[in-house]
């Protein structure tokens, strides 16, 4: 094999290199230190290059001594690549190209690796540069996994950590256990036990596989409705069924949960919610001999929520705090990652009475949920807790706005002597007056006292 290199005095020299098991390591280390030399001259005439001198043999035939054949049959790449730069990387390649058990092979099958997450993985060895996609970044992990490139896994998984989502974090939990990931594990759980009929009634939440299903029903912390459960599971196993050929009958979506479905608490779901259970089941709900059932009995304890308290004091005069469809507002920030499931409104000064209230939560403009709903005073400078149909996410250091507009013909107490900052567990929250309040809340005093969260 003939490579031609510039020399020190800008003739063109050539090397005749033998590739043997002794002289591969000095032929590669040998082709490598002229290119940096070139590199070096190259930069020294023209300024510096754009990238690291690897960066320019990534995916180029130019000097390739090994050839990938990477993906499943049918749908694989062919891709070139460099022994010795991808050795100095990974310890895989490594011993794959250099050690004891070197592959002699000039192209080396790789069925179970997607050709885009290994021209991440490649283009991260070359270049030190790391491109990472939601569609390709599960599949970059595994690559960067199989290979021991510890810097790429770590990008991934802070990535996916980024992009955690209700919808995504069934599948993410699933993953996180597979490639043994504990501080992604936790996050999924946090986003799971927070928001559980969101995630249970994502589409991802059916393509999980049975161990993981059992972990997340087995978990006591799942905030969410017995039934919720129950058809999320049934839903799981139809697609299993799809996925094992068979037809979505009772039967079979029965065989393919086995004793998972045990797992379910059927017999805390009211009657109501029960509508096509066995005969055993039918008899524990209305029987006043309760046959022996191989069902939890127990509901799950679910997320206790926390409260943020805004004020002082409360107070109430002739005159105050009056509703006229204005809206009552004000802006939090948080330094830890919560999930907001409500708000605390105060109630009637003057004896028990109905408001119908719109609460809603928004984000630079953008609303994130609302809802309208109605809550019953009962007199008291209690506060009443109005709920979102789900926990929603907030991230940390952002500032949201959270709105009530209050409909009812009775005064109501009002908070005095607020507090920018409130401590809450290992939350710290920050609050600020907020331009959409038309009906005098603020940060000193006003509505919204406080703040029902997960953390």
Known sequence: MQLNFPDDSGNTCCAFLRYTSLGSVFTAKY????LACFVAETTAAFGEPQSPPNALMFNNELMAD???????????????????VLAVGSSVFCAMFYGDLAEEESEIHIPDVEPAAFL????????????????TVLATLYAAKKYIVPALAKACVTFLETSLEAKNACVLLSQSRLFEEPELTQRCWEVIDAQAELSLCSEGFCEIDLQTLEIILRRETLNAKEV??????????????????LGPTIRNRREVLGKTLFLVRIPTMTLEEFANGTHNVFLWFTAAKKPQLDFPLTPRQGLAPQ??????SSAYRSNQWRYRGRC????????????????????????????SVKIELKRQGVTLAQNLTKFVSDGSSSTFPVWFENPVQV???????????????????????????????????????????????????GQIPELVFYA
Request: some cysteine; overall charge negative.
């Open 31 to 34: 082709i490598y230190s002229r």
């Open 66 to 84: 090994v050839h990938f054949i990477v993906g499943p049959p049918g749908e694989s790449q062919k891709v070139p690549a460099h022994k010795y």
């Open 120 to 135: 991440i993985l490649l283009k991260y060895l070359y270049s030190d540069e790391i491109d990472l996609e939601a569609d």
């Open 228 to 245: 919720v459960i129950f058809d999320a599971v049934m839903n799981w196993a139809s697609a299993e069924c799809k996925r094992q050929g």
């Open 307 to 312: 409260k943020c308290h805004r004020f002082q």
């Open 328 to 355: 009552d507002s004000i802006q939090f920030a948080v330094d830890k990652r919560i999930f907001i499931a409500g708000l605390g409104l105060y109630g009637s000064s003057g004896g028990k009475a109905e408001y």
């Open 395 to 445: 991230e940390q250091d952002t500032f949201y706005t959270v709105s009530a507009v209050l409909d009812g013909n009775e005064l109501s107490y009002f908070g005095q002597e607020g507090m920018t900052e409130v401590q809450c567990g290992k939350v710290t929250f920050q609050f600020q007056c907020s331009s959409d309040s038309t009906n005098g809340t603020g940060v000193q005093g």
